[in-house]
């Protein structure tokens, strides 16, 4: 069956775009906030939100007469949360995945009684029922073909990797876990580096090396970091330091690291 005009012009204004995804980010993040999360919880609603479900959602031209095509597999999923895809339905399914990872992390899960409060006061434009909550659930997990993964997400590799690296060198007390958290972050802005989450182990390594170079004092750089992540890891060097390289120019913005030099630059120049 053909795809309709209208119906990709409308896929096309519901994409969630650059400047969309940024702002789901911050919403969910903020909900992280008020909710007072732990952070294993908060870094999973984000694996699940923007590393699972935004890249799962109908792009440009994948709308069709008989549904929202979410699914990687292509298999329909309708539901009028997904017609149109609205800011506040899409906010509606940030505080679901934090809902979902309260489930899987937390002895004492949140109350869909309590995303409803917050949900009343921080989503505009609507007000969602605690039946709605429910059904957004089962949409989400049938666009994301249930398919979570909630044990492989990089935040759990780093802080195994921190509590290691602190366990052998002292230095490891001058890497300020924050800092990591606040990297995972500003990674899910965009879909493009949101994309290094997909390998969470080789991430978190190089999420490590980063962080080492931005909070530890350049005067204290004895360890031989790079190294002993390979060692730990059993992660490519070189697939390290390409990582490192696009976290720092994301994270940094360099002005002296346009983006056609890229290819020249070494990232041991900052290590």
């Known amino acids: 069956m053909e795809v309709e005009e209208d119906d990709a012009a409308a896929a096309a204004s519901a994409w969630p775009g650059s400047a969309r995804r940024l702002h789901l980010l911050q919403f969910l993040l903020h909900a992280s906030k008020r909710l007072d999360l732990r952070p294993i919880v908060k870094y999973s609603a984000l694996a699940f939100f923007a590393g699972r479900f935004l890249p799962a959602l109908p792009r440009p031209g994948r709308v069709r007469k008989m549904g929202f095509y979410g699914a990687r597999s292509g298999r329909a999923?309708?539901?009028w949360l997904l017609e149109p895809l609205r800011d506040s339905n899409l906010e509606l399914f940030a505080l679901v995945a934090v809902w979902i990872a309260s489930k899987i992390h937390d002895l004492r899960p949140l109350s869909v009684k309590s995303l409803k409060?917050?949900?009343?006061?921080?989503?505009?434009?609507?007000h969602f029922t605690?039946?709605?909550?429910?059904d957004a659930e089962l949409v989400f997990m049938e666009v994301v073909e249930h398919n979570i993964g909630s044990s492989r997400i990089a935040f759990i590799y780093l802080?195994?990797?921190l509590i290691h690296f602190?366990?052998?060198?002292?230095l490891g007390d001058l890497l300020d876990l924050d800092v990591c958290m606040e990297i995972l972050?500003?990674?899910?802005?965009?879909?493009?580096?949101s994309l290094l989450f997909n390998s969470p182990r080789s991430l978190a390594a190089s999420t490590l090396v980063a962080a080492y170079a931005i909070s530890v004092p350049k005067q204290t750089w004895e360890f031989p970091i790079l190294p002993w992540v390979k060692f730990a890891t059993s992660h490519d060097e070189e697939e390290i330091m390409k990582i490192v390289l696009t976290i720092l120019l994301h994270v940094l913005k360099p002005d002296g690291i346009r983006e056609k030099?890229?290819?020249?630059?070494?990232?041991?120049?900052?290590?």
């Open 130 to 134: 605690c039946r709605d909550f429910a």
């Open 166 to 170: 602190r366990e052998i060198s002292k």
């Open 159 to 161: 802080e195994e990797l």
């Open 117 to 126: 409060a917050l949900g009343d006061r921080i989503i505009a434009d609507q």
């Open 77 to 79: 999923v309708r539901s």
């Open 261 to 271: 030099d890229k290819g020249d630059f070494d990232v041991r120049c900052l290590l």
């Open 185 to 193: 972050d500003i990674l899910y802005e965009n879909e493009d580096t």
